[in-house]
């Protein structure tokens, strides 16, 4: 009997173990529920945050050419390209800049080094690049082959423009064959991402604009201003405004 008992028990319990049907379906519809829900989220959502991550990783990308640009340009020599020479090596335009500035490199040894940073064209568009050499003296053009070590600062979308300002606060396109260096330099980025101008601009100044004469008194030639033609025209702005 108390066999019997147990064996009637164990198969009521067996009867009403698991899912009915009805259970089953209710629990297929709710994981359908759910997945939609987490599709919808996905689809409406992840795209927002791929774009903010995106433009996120941008503006540290340019904070970081920017950052190296003008460190650079803030350590420019007064150096002459021989003795014969008053003038400083340094050539501006809007495209480029080339200046001598002491060795930053830890695997080299220490000196001057003649930097060129300009923008140039390869498959991908237009790339914003900074190569140097050794400073040796020298007479008449630069060598552009002599230039190694290329780094790359910026890619299109971006594009970099140079303007050089004197002590008056001028700014001027070009600074070519000018007795002195520049008191600033203005760099703007230009930013066409999703199709939109947007302009990013940055102002340093020039550590040592003029040679240890100009200081000490012993020389009057140490005020001259570039020339200023079509393609040097003085903008609006000035050096009250050093970084936009």
Known sequence: MIARDHLSQALHRASIAGFTLFEAL????????????????????????????ARAQRAELIGIALDRLTADLAASQFISANGGSKKPLFNGTEGSV???RTVTSPNAKSGLEIVKI????????????RSSRPFVLFEGAIDPSGFGNPVVLLRSPYRAEFAYAGPGGVWKANWLNVGHLPAAIRLTVQDHTLGEARVISTTTLIHVDAPALCIS????????????????APAADSLESRRT
């Open 26 to 53: 209710a629990a297929i519809v709710l994981m359908g529920i759910v997945v939609f829900c987490l599709s919808t989220i996905a689809t409406h959502w992840l795209p927002s945050w791929d774009r903010g991550l």
């Open 98 to 100: 080339t200046f001598v």
């Open 118 to 129: 300009e923008t140039i064209k390869d498959p991908t568009g237009l790339v914003l690049i």
């Open 217 to 232: 008194g012993k020389s009057t030639d140490c005020t001259g201003e570039p020339d200023t033609s079509p393609d040097t």
